[in-house]
């Protein structure tokens, strides 16, 4: 089947060569002519530009978004919107919010250009191991585009599936995230208590692969979990700084909006925003009112092995 793929960072270029693999033809563009120049060299088909990518594209046409969510991905649909004919599909792989599929959605449908949104998990592993992917869309289309699903996905029955109507697709993948934010807290907050219980001298890759293998909290956040630990069991050069990549803040928000309480997702978003703060006022503001009453103020040398603590 031939696909147009738009963006070619990490997940854009390895779902390229996992389509071509599996015997697809793709017509790549990045405005990263390098990018585009390594993607022909396997065998890609390469484009200088939006208007030469769908010129090279065979009707019904189908182009794969894979660029930034937000600004990126708004320009980059529009002008397509302007591109491509009726019949023809734009499906959004990026982590976009799914209110904004849907918007968009409605706007391609007035030109009778089809919307898909396929919440893609899978990383740099995809390459290798399939991409899960949430599908959002008018069932027909997904249908005619099936063959691109299961060539991405680990297999041609699993790892993939129609999720509902647009913005569907990008709304299972958003709370996908906001579990994932929730289980990456946890395994930090454990490891870390591990780590502080010195006179054990535990050694933690080694309980990280033990967990690997029978244990009911495996899983292949725990495996990239043992790979980092094995690679660099203090995290020296590792700043204490998290970000987020707006899916847990949308999820948190479709919480409150629908009335599900959801206070270990909420919390391990407000951790990585915690995260941010190497000089936090409010520490500060806490530890000052505690000394108000009797406490004892930390001036700005820690306290050796206090760590964030007050008194």
């Not at 099936?146 to 599936?161: H, Y």
């Not at 958003?174 to 990456?184: A, C, D, K, T, V």
């Not at 010195?198 to 967990?211: C, N, T, Y």
């Amino acid at each position: 089947m031939q696909l147009g793929m738009v963006g070619l960072g990490r997940m854009g270029a390895n779902m390229t060569t996992r389509l071509i693999r599996g015997g697809h033809e793709v017509v790549v563009f990045d405005r990263d002519a390098k990018a585009v120049a390594t993607a022909a060299a396997a065998h890609a088909t390469g484009s200088s530009s939006l208007e030469q990518l769908v010129a090279q594209l065979r009707a019904p046409r189908a182009v794969w978004v894979m660029v930034p969510s937000g600004d990126a991905t708004e320009s980059t649909i529009q002008a397509l919107g302007t591109l491509l004919k009726r019949g023809d599909t734009v499906i959004d792989g990026g982590n976009s919010n799914y209110k904004d599929g849907i918007r968009r959605a409605a706007a391609l449908a007035e030109r009778g250009v089809q919307f898909v949104d396929a919440g893609t998990s899978g990383g740099v592993w995809g390459l290798a191991e399939g991409y899960s992917l949430m599908v959002g869309g008018d069932a027909a289309t997904i249908e005619r585009l099936r063959p691109i699903f299961e060539t991405l996905a680990p297999a041609p029955q699993t790892g993939w599936a129609r999720m509902g109507p647009v913005g569907s697709g990008h709304f299972v993948k958003m709370i996908h995230n906001g579990i994932e934010y929730g289980l990456m807290q946890s395994y930090a907050e454990g490891f870390s208590i591990l780590r502080h219980k010195s006179e054990f001298a535990l050694d933690l890759p080694q309980i990280a692969e033990v967990w690997r293998h029978g244990s009911v909290v495996r899983s292949w956040l725990l495996d990239l979990t043992a790979n980092a630990l094995r690679d660099n069991p203090a995290l020296d050069g590792i700043a204490p700084f998290v970000v987020d990549s707006g899916e847990g803040r949308w999820t948190v928000a479709e919480a409150i909006d629908l009335d599900v309480p959801a206070p270990i997702i909420t919390q391990s978003l407000i951790e990585r925003l915690r995260s941010r703060d190497s000089d936090s006022y409010t520490d500060k503001l806490l530890a000052a009112l505690r000394n108000q009453f009797g406490g004892h103020a930390i001036k700005t040398e820690p306290v050796p092995g206090s760590g964030s603590r007050t008194p």
